[in-house]
């Protein structure tokens, strides 16, 4: 093979940019640095370097190469065997390139791992065989879930500290299977080694000879990444206008999803005029296609205005276009964010100011609850709905990772103040049914919710079990059936019964929550105001999902009983009983209670 082969060879490797995280001390950077050295990929001087650091700030023990130096270049990295910025490092194996982002373990540091999340093909999330899943183990796989990364491989490392145990990698294996199974995480690939000993890192282990999987450098080799990028809907933001003379007006920018080729079909945005595309020009010539994410210059067949910020798409294939949509946002500065305030918004090539109309919620990441929130602090993810001057061209977040992403910048100090995942569009009058009075008039028949219960001989309520799974439906059950008893409109309705029906259409995940929750309150709602006692248990419940709830059913009112730990604000619930309380005690004291909250003054239960 001559030189020029050689290089053209080199020049179009694929590349893969992949992220590491993980708790601190779970072993990112000395991975990171044991992939280099056994793939051969460290210059002499490096080596050297790295020889004398070892001795000198090493925490490998005696005579052992610390490899977490090749990538802890910070003085207070070093000193205190952390990482903390991210650290990025390029190289090239014969079948491809890659760009690794080291991101920091400590919480405080989330931006900073959200960051080099953002451009990212592939995760590696490690974990300490020492200490299995933990919290931040949970927080970094929630982010990664979040920033839409369809690659994860889990890496089990320190096998070597638990004697390369095959049922400590399989305990492991489940615990975090169990846990992504909420978050609808695409198939994951688990692999145990040793970063320290080079065990499963580039060679096969001599000392897990139970495990059939293949060494991390093999898989990263291999791994697909052509099939995350949205080839079907073709957006193009405009970044610059180029007219060199009369006879030619191009427009450049870099295909952000999708594919073109002369001929085709676009309009642009936001003036909605139509044209076809004349020419895709490069500096290496003209093009007989364009994808993603070429930068390519589109020229048209139309003289069309078209400025930088604007858009071109596929005429039969357009974006959501609108002034109001609902997002998820990571907060990246010390100043909190709050309803009412104002940002730049940067969306593609676009910029323009942007309010933020509602903050929704925040994100425990640690477990999954979602809070009712005032602000927004450093660190924080939450769910805001915003109203933007200008319009935006995008999609959701889920559908195109480019045109579904935005940051928001600090008008006064042009710092970055946030990243945004784009969920939805919203309508220019439309309100969160599950925070907000509902913006339109029930309509109501001839027969009142006061002619209701005095047939009936009580009011509509909803009873909602939450907490322990076994206790609380066996507990509604028996409360449907006394209430029955007594010849009261009583109606319990299983969990499965809804997620088989009603809601078949969606999942269980944590990304469908709203979804299901909105259901069963608005389904609620109908229940109560046609007169019923309405008994129902959800697996699980937090602080938002009751507040949703209650505004859905609002006028009418919903009773919250809590068996056992529910996790949730002791405001939110009107009952708590616990789980080694008897029975049949249990539910008279519920009867009791919802005597108090549904009996008439004539009519008690």
Not at 79 to 90: L, N, S, W
Not at 98 to 121: C, K, L, V, W
Not at 222 to 244: H, K, M, T, W, Y
Not at 427 to 453: C, H, K, L
Request: charged share 25%; with cysteine; aromatic share 6%.
């Amino acid at each position: 093979m001559d030189i020029d082969q050689f290089l053209d060879q080199h020049e179009n490797k694929s590349l893969l940019r992949l992220l590491t995280c993980g708790s601190v001390d779970d072993g990112k950077s000395t991975l990171i640095g044991r992939l280099l050295y056994d793939s051969k990929l460290i210059f002499d001087d490096q080596l050297s370097a790295l020889h004398a650091d070892s001795e000198k700030v090493g925490n490998a023990g005696d005579g052992e190469i610390d490899y977490a130096l090749l990538l802890d270049g910070l003085k207070a990295e070093r000193e205190q065997g952390i990482t903390i910025d991210v650290a990025y490092r390029y190289f090239a194996t014969p079948k491809r390139k890659f760009i690794i982002a080291d991101t920091p373990g400590h919480e405080q540091y989330t931006r900073n791992m959200a960051t080099g999340a953002s451009t990212a093909d592939l995760a590696l999330i490690l974990i300490d065989a020492r200490l299995g899943v933990i919290t931040q183990t949970k927080r970094h796989t929630f982010l990664v879930s979040l920033l839409g990364l369809k690659h994860i491989v889990v890496v089990v490392n320190k096998m070597d500290l638990k004697d390369y145990a095959e049922d400590i990698f399989n305990s492991i294996k489940a615990d975090f299977e169990a846990f992504s199974a909420e978050l609808d995480m695409p198939k994951i690939t688990f692999i145990p080694i040793s970063a320290l000993k080079g065990d499963n890192v580039v060679e096969p282990s001599n000392n897990m000879d139970w495990y059939t999987g293949g060494p991390l450098l093999p898989i990263l080799e291999e791994v697909d990444v052509a099939g995350g990028i949205n080839l079907d809907d073709f957006r193009f933001p405009v970044q610059l206008v180029s007219r060199p003379d009369l006879n030619f007006r191009g427009f450049a920018g870099t295909v952000a999803s999708g594919t073109v080729r002369p001929g085709d079909r676009i309009i642009a945005l936001p003036s909605l005029k139509e044209s076809t595309i004349k020419r895709i020009v490069t500096a290496d010539g003209d093009l007989d296609e364009a994808f993603a994410p070429q930068s390519v210059m589109l020229e048209l067949n139309d003289e069309i205005d078209i400025s930088n910020g604007e858009m071109i798409v596929h005429a039969e294939n357009m974006p959501h276009i609108s002034n109001h949509l609902e997002a998820s946002i990571v907060w990246m500065t010390e100043k909190p964010l709050k309803e009412g305030q104002t940002y730049v918004i940067r969306h593609t090539s676009h910029t323009t100011k942007a309010k933020i109309s509602e903050l929704k919620f925040n994100i425990d990441v640690n477990t999954l609850q979602r809070h009712p929130a005032k602000e927004l602090q450093l660190n924080e993810i939450g769910r805001i709905t915003l109203a933007t001057h200008q319009p935006l061209f995008f999609d959701s977040y889920t559908e195109n990772r480019e045109t579904g992403s935005f940051i928001l910048i600090d008008p006064i100090s042009n710092a970055t103040a946030g990243a945004g995942m784009i969920k939805r569009h919203l309508s220019v009058n439309q309100t969160d049914a599950g925070t907000e009075p509902r913006n339109f008039q029930w309509e109501q028949g001839r027969i009142t919710p006061g002619n209701r219960a005095q047939r009936n001989r009580h009011k509509g309520k909803w009873v909602l079990f939450i907490g322990d799974e076994a206790h609380a439906p066996k507990l509604a059950k028996d409360l449907e059936y006394k209430l029955f008893n007594k010849r009261l409109q009583s109606y319990y309705l299983g969990l499965s019964n809804l997620t088989k029906g009603l809601e078949a259409d969606i999942g269980n995940s944590f990304w469908d929550r709203e979804e299901h929750i909105r259901r069963i309150g608005e389904l609620g709602r109908i229940l109560t105001d046609a007169g019923l006692i309405f008994i129902n248990s959800l697996e699980r419940a937090d602080d938002y999902d009751l507040t949703c709830l209650k505004a859905l059913n609002a006028p009418n009112e919903l009773l919250v009983i809590a068996i056992g730990e529910s996790g949730v604000d002791e405001k939110h619930i009107d009952l708590q009983l616990e789980i080694d309380g008897d029975t049949a005690e249990m539910t008279k004291t519920i009867e009791a209670e919802l005597d108090r909250h549904t009996g008439l003054p004539e009519y008690n239960i």
